[in-house]
């Protein structure tokens, strides 16, 4: 069964650097997102991603984020200065949309910010 | 504000019981999905109810929807310890590609 990927599964890096979070959404899916999950907490949305551009954004997602699709398969989130409080577990999520909006998670990249 | 919150926040059962779980939520909604995350895991998607619908089964699932009271519980029936997990309802208002926003989910332990 087609499932989303994403690496690395656990990422640490020091205040201040950029990250780069890699996912594979299912190949025929039209929509793409991310989520976080700060440990102990409700999973939160931060961006969808439809047509090669961002349809809806949370207020989290500020300047420091971006996503892109560099190329027909990958989709990724970078923050670029990492903060503490950017410590957390990141979910990618994609979703085909035929008459319903059932989203496939990955995994999820744990990001362990020092 | 809180879209979706569970009830209870946490539920402990015996294995052969029934375990339900409620969630409500405050704005209008065209589905309602269900989901469960094993501890640090992912999460996987269980069962989707459309807002016209008022139950949905899968398995030892059941699913009710009220939207007039905009509430659903999610029924796991004749539970086994692999059920323990977390489980979150999470809210779709747009149903075309439009975020989900998930409640603070119910951490349920099956003893065995």
């Known amino acids: 069964e087609p499932e989303v990927t994403q690496t690395p599964s656990h990422q640490v890096t020091q205040m201040g650097q950029e990250v780069i979070l890699r996912c594979v959404p299912i190949?025929?899916?039209?929509?793409f997102y991310w989520y976080r999950q700060i440990l102990g907490q409700k999973v939160e949305f931060l961006v969808s991603?439809?047509?090669?551009?961002?349809?809806?954004k949370s207020e989290i997602f500020d300047d420091q984020f971006s996503v892109e699709r560099p190329d027909g398969s990958n989709f990724t989130l970078k923050i670029r200065s990492t903060k503490l409080e950017d410590s957390a577990m990141y979910f990618c999520?994609?979703?085909?949309?035929?008459?319903?909006?059932?989203?496939?998670f990955g995994p999820g990249t744990r990001l362990t910010v020092l | 504000s809180q879209q979706g919150e569970e009830d209870p926040q946490a539920l402990s059962i015996q294995e052969g019981e029934n375990a339900t779980m409620n969630c409500s939520y405050k704005?209008?909604?065209?589905?309602l999905q269900w989901y469960r995350q094993n501890s640090g895991r992912g999460l996987v998607h269980l069962i989707l109810?459309?807002?016209?619908?008022r139950e949905k089964h899968s398995g030892r699932l059941r699913v009710t929807l009220d939207t007039s009271k905009k509430s659903s519980s999610l029924l796991i029936t004749a539970s086994r310890a692999a059920d323990t997990a977390s489980y979150f309802c999470?809210?779709?208002?747009?149903?075309?590609?439009?975020?989900?926003?998930f409640g603070q989910g119910t951490e349920l332990s099956v003893k065995p």
């Open positions: 999520a994609s979703s085909d949309w035929r008459g319903s909006n059932e989203q496939f």
């Open positions: 190949s025929n899916h039209l929509y």
């Open positions: 991603f439809y047509n090669n551009e961002i349809s809806e």
């Open positions: 704005t209008s909604i065209n589905n």
């Open positions: 109810i459309r807002s016209n619908e």
């Open positions: 999470a809210t779709d208002a747009n149903n075309q590609g439009g975020k989900l926003i």
